[in-house]
């Protein structure tokens, strides 16, 4: 378990509680990637489950997870069905739909819907989602970490069009069940998040697109997107969202 750098020093209170488990304490907050990164480093084993802070078990098996990735020697990574923890647990993640080469948005399949055995087919997808992924450890070794230069979102996105460039495969396997918080960390309307977001959008452009697709989406992010949201949270008052927006272009220009 990584305490990445906690302000409560929440590593002392876990080691006291659970002598059994192999802690790691950060002093420095190295973001989603590498606070990750430090326990795939530590961890030892022919597979590594990365899982999200505020993630729920229920019933959860783990083996349904195995057996998807040892089906193939060119499955590489798989998720499991991710439910939210509100409600009636609605679906979270069913997997992804490919991203736009322009707008540079996809849709989680399934999200918000009541879970009613629609998504029970495992399928592969383009993406893994950062809250719960198992990975084979040989795959890691030939992919590489995770890309620690996002800090905060998007670097799962990037992680898995790594694993799909070098041969891999990834799968949503809906026998293993995960229920998820989600933003729990980061709050869904914080300027943490609309900084991140707004930077990283670009980041990823830039590191994964080509040709004219890369400038397409480039204009529609600057040009389009980000004066939207400028005028929008300055509408409604929200300067703290408006300079986050602002802070993550000028950052990814001058970086």
């Known amino acids: 378990m990584v305490d990445n750098a906690s302000t409560n020093d929440e590593a002392s209170e876990i080691e006291h509680r659970y002598p059994y488990v192999k802690l790691i304490r950060s002093d420095q907050n190295l973001g989603f990637a590498g606070g990750n990164n430090l326990g795939i480093k530590a961890a030892n084993g022919k597979y590594i489950f990365l899982i999200n802070n505020d993630t729920i078990f229920k019933d959860f098996n783990v083996q349904a997870l195995i057996d998807r990735l040892e089906s193939s020697?060119?499955?590489g990574v798989v998720c499991p069905k991710i439910r939210f923890t509100r409600g009636n647990n609605p679906i979270q993640y069913a997997g992804y739909t490919p991203l736009s080469r322009i707008t540079v948005r996809n849709q989680a399949i399934g999200?918000?819907?009541?879970?009613k055995g629609q998504y029970e087919i495992a399928h592969p997808t383009p993406y893994a989602h950062g809250a719960a992924m198992l990975i084979k450890r040989e795959a890691i070794e030939?992919?590489?970490l995770m890309p620690e230069c996002y800090f905060l979102y998007y670097e799962e996105l990037d992680w898995s069009m790594m694993f799909t460039r070098a041969g891999y495969h990834i799968w949503y396997e809906p026998a293993c069940i995960i229920y998820h918080k989600e933003s729990q960390t980061t709050g869904q309307n914080s300027p943490l998040r609309t900084y991140y977001i707004t930077r990283n959008r670009l980041l990823l452009v830039k590191r994964n697109y080509?040709?004219?697709n890369k400038y397409l989406a480039y204009g529609y992010l600057i040009g389009l997107v980000a004066p939207r949201d400028i005028i929008k949270t300055g509408i409604k008052g929200q300067y703290d969202l408006l300079k986050a927006t602002c802070k993550g272009i000028k950052d990814f220009v001058l970086s």
Do not use: L
């Not at 999200?111 to 879970?115: K, T």
């Open 210 to 212: 080509q040709g004219i």
């Open 111 to 115: 999200f918000g819907e009541e879970d």
């Open 73 to 75: 020697e060119k499955f």
């Open 142 to 144: 030939k992919v590489g």
